[in-house]
């Protein structure tokens, strides 16, 4: 088949103009090793000018899948409106874009049992939250990205975040794949292509053509939508307004920034986790100072250094030195009047105290006090739902709580609800965290740089097996190809790799794999299936009926 862009617009969708016997070959990833690669391809001997070898070569670059973190918020309206936090389907519809425009096989995204409420909540505070989340993440082992999807019906608010705090995290609307596929590209270290204000943008961005300074530079094609991108027209995803696809500096930046997972210590370090906000008038809030033992790293920006704190001993002498590092561009320096930090500062039995300070002045000090009390009911499990509730007391200061909860008998731990107070409950739905015969839930409280961590006895969680959505039109033309989409998830398997769903027609068989296809089917009632492991031994099925024309 022969494929061209339709109407004068210079980009567009690619429309079949002639059928000729096609050869378009599917070769599945995996027999395509990192490197270069012959290929040769021999013509029958039927074909018209007798048969014909024709010999080419291919390289392959070994692309690591990057890992998310994706945290859905739900969000409470002034007037008590509930909309509720996104759907499995909702956020694989909000990554398939990425999923194709960024040098990615796919994303393997692991949806959080933190549900928080986005309802009242400033941009900057929701910023800080996740930061805090994917310290948590980080230090137990679970990837270095931290996403926050807003139900699309709820609070609009929310811009550009990627850079913020220790870098790794950013927030957009469910649904918005083009904000999504944008702070993606914040979270690999990329700044806005060359805009026209200046603010926030990389100054290295190429000058690919005169009059269209964030244009993508050359021409970009959606393999999954047939759609093609001129640079005439087109700005690179990190610039902003009007179609936007991805440059080669963008793309090749970010094939360089995938970062490898880290190997877990052996022995697992004491940390305290700090959550401080610095005013630019020189005053720091410490919302959060939690010491904890966790065996994993945080990967830290390699921006400037806004605040340092020096951890001290009894005599008041300094053990060691800690730099907040905030990541440098995205988000223009100065847009609120504070900076949010969070990181975590190696904590060993000696610590006695913090000093911090910004540039050669001290801001405040702190001392080790007391830690406070805490008790956790056991928990229970009942008509789909993990309860449990816990208490904290210290004679001075109002606990910090975070719970974790594990699902692999306390190997790895992932953060299910962060409060402050006296006394709370924690219930989390039996389908939104991996299940297994010994999970368990683990509170930290703290106060006075001092903690106390309770962790409760096992207790079995079901497992819940993947379910696909897909997105396929009712009616489609047999003159263009039939985009099919659909992802299959549970948070015990996780995403489904793209190459293991199959997809298939009762009238033209087999159409190939993949989260994101475009399909040529002949006109007639088609029954259209998608199948994938379930995670638990079986398969995952969704049919739907598609009329071609
Ligand atoms: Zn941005």
């Known amino acids: 088949m022969l494929w ?39 013509l029958a001997p039927g074909a018209p000018e007798g048969p014909t070898t024709w010999l080419g070569r291919a390289s392959f670059a070994g692309v690591r899948v990057p890992r998310v973190n994706v945290v859905v918020y739900s969000s409470t309206g002034r007037d008590g ?58 230090l137990f082992g679970l990837g270095t990205f931290t996403f926050g999807l807003l139900p699309a019906a709820g609070d609009g608010g ?8 220790i870098g790794g995290v950013g927030a957009c609307l469910a649904g918005d794949g083009t904000g999504f596929a944008h702070e993606l590209g914040h979270m690999f270290n990329r700044a806005h292509a060359a805009g026209p204000d200046g603010a926030g943008t990389d100054p290295a961005y190429p000058r690919y053509r005169p009059g269209k300074a964030n244009s993508i530079g050359e021409v970009g094609i959606d393999v999954a939508t047939r759609t093609v991108f001129r640079p005439a027209d087109t700005a690179d995803i990190m610039g902003y307004g009007g179609r936007q696809w991805i440059s080669p500096y963008t ?36 919302g959060t100072a ?20 020096d951890v001290l001993d009894a005599s008041g002498a300094v053990l060691s030195t800690h730099h907040f590092r905030t990541a440098p561009a995205p988000v223009p320096a100065g847009r609120e009047p504070w900076t949010d930090l969070v990181d975590a500062v190696a904590w060993d039995e000696s610590a006695a105290g913090l000093a911090f300070h910004a540039g050669g002045a001290p801001l405040a000090r702190l001392a080790v006090g007391e830690a406070p009390t805490a008790r956790l009911a056991e928990p229970r499990v009942r008509a789909g739902i993990i309860h449990t509730a816990w208490i904290s007391r210290h004679p001075r200061q109002e606990p910090r709580v975070v719970a974790l909860y594990s699902a692999d008998d306390g ?35 703290s106060a006075e ?37 659909g992802s299959a998830y549970s948070p015990d398997a996780g995403v489904c790799p793209p190459d293991e769903l199959h997809w298939a027609s009762d009238v033209d068989g087999e159409l190939g794999t993949g989260h994101q296809l475009a399909v040529p089917l002949r006109p007639g009632e088609h029954r259209i299936t998608a199948t994938a492991p379930d995670g638990t031994g079986g398969h995952a099925v969704a049919t739907v009926r598609l009329t071609v024309r």
Do not use: K
Not at 158 to 165: E, K, Q, V, W
Not at 290 to 309: N, W
């Open 4 to 42: 061209a862009p339709v109407g004068d617009t210079p980009s567009g969708p690619l429309v079949q103009v002639r059928s000729i016997p096609p050869l378009e070959f599917v070769v599945p990833g995996q027999h395509c090793r990192a490197g270069t690669v012959n290929l040769v391809l021999d």
């Open 81 to 138: 409106t509930v909309t509720p936090a996104p759907t499995p389907a909702e956020v694989a519809g909000t990554v398939a874009l990425a999923e194709r425009m960024h040098p990615v096989p796919y994303l393997e995204y692991e949806i959080l049992g933190l549900r928080p409420d986005a309802g009242g909540r400033s941009r900057p505070d929701t910023l800080a939250e996740l930061s805090l989340t994917q310290l948590f993440t980080g």
């Open 158 to 165: 929310l811009a550009c975040g990627g850079s913020h705090g």
């Open 251 to 286: 793309y090749t930046a970010i094939l360089d920034a995938i970062p490898e997972r880290p190997p877990a210590p052996a022995d697992p370090p004491r940390v305290i986790v700090l959550a401080v906000r610095l005013h630019r008038n020189g005053t720091l809030d410490i």
């Open 290 to 309: 939690i010491p904890v033992e966790a065996p994993g790293g945080v990967p830290r920006p390699a921006g400037p250094s806004p605040l340092s704190v």
């Open 411 to 445: 190997a790895t731990w992932q953060p299910v609800d962060f409060s402050s107070g006296t006394a709370g409950s924690i219930d989390l739905p039996t389908g939104s965290v991996p299940g297994g015969s010994r999970c368990r839930l683990r509170l930290v409280a």
């Open 449 to 485: 740089l001092a903690s106390v961590d309770v962790i409760s006895p096992p207790f079995p969680v079901p497992v819940t097996p993947r379910e696909i959505a897909v997105v396929i039109p009712d009616t489609a033309s047999a003159e263009a190809p039939v985009q099919l989409a």
